[in-house]
């Protein structure tokens, strides 16, 4: 049975989370930033809800890209040598959750991301800790990600695409960042084929969440970020 969490109840051991549910572990509590910030530390997310309540997730195994190993399509290496995208960082995150929650899934009906999810990522994004990366084409928001940086570690949430390459240009250089920056590791969460073509794999849960101990432990201070709006310089991949 699924345990219903109130507001004030701590996490499950994310042992019992369900493996034929998908790595479920909980319904209940609310997104606070408080509860959200929690849940990442121990290697929780929400996806979903259920009768207005979210759904808990630790899946087994779990989606990671490491830096080091992000792959880039020789077409991916031609659009970014041909400069088409201006790629911007936290210049209008309200703009990319909404293009997430609207864009069309594959096998999906409708979207995961409510109102009150929308809110709770935006309010997390203004307290500094989530971030957002746009690509921008003729001045229009042609794509983008967001997700949240804690430590060394990097938590992806969704992304979406108008125009051909949009998403994937920003995770491009949102990875080459993330390795200036040193950080470890980019939590996909759950595999899909769109991010196991950039390089992300499965790999267990115990093994995760010890990497992922390590790296929360390393100080990254909010402020490294770049101020809302800097555009990045990088027209090319740094390796192939």
């Keep these: 049975m699924i345990p219903f969490l109130g507001p004030f109840d701590p996490f499950p051991p994310v042992e019992s989370a369900r493996r034929d549910m998908g790595g479920l572990l909980a319904v209940g509590a609310d997104l606070a930033p408080e509860r959200l910030l929690e ?15 979210p759904l808990w997730y630790s899946p087994d195994p779990r989606m990671v890209l490491f830096p080091e190993e992000v792959r880039i399509s020789r077409s991916l290496q031609r659009t ?27 096998g999906q009906d409708g979207t995961w991301i409510t109102d009150d999810m929308r809110s709770a990522y935006i309010r997390l994004h203004e307290l500094g800790w989530a971030h957002s990366v746009e690509t921008y084409q003729e001045g229009e928001l042609a794509g983008g990600l967001y997700g949240l940086a804690i430590g060394g570690m990097f938590y992806g949430e ?55 101990s390590k790296l929360l432990e390393q100080p990254r201070p909010r402020s490294l970020w770049p101020s809302s709006g800097a555009s ?9």
């Excluded at 200036?180 to 995760?208: N, S, W, Y």
């Design 39 to 53: 849940a990442y530390r121990n290697g929780i997310f929400p996806w979903g809800t259920l009768d207005g309540f």
């Design 232 to 240: 990045f310089d990088w027209a090319t991949p740094w390796h192939t």
């Design 80 to 106: 970014l040598r041909r400069g088409q995208y201006e790629v911007r960082l936290d210049t209008d995150f309200a703009a990319v959750i909404e293009g997430c929650a609207q864009t069309p899934r594959h």
């Design 158 to 212: 969704s992304m979406f695409s108008r125009r051909t390459d949009a998403s994937k240009i920003a995770f491009v250089h949102l990875v080459r960042f993330l390795a200036r920056e040193k950080f470890g590791m980019v939590d996909c969460q759950m595999r899909t084929a769109h991010l196991a073509t950039l390089g992300a794999r499965e790999i267990p849960r115990r093994l995760f969440l010890n990497r992922l």
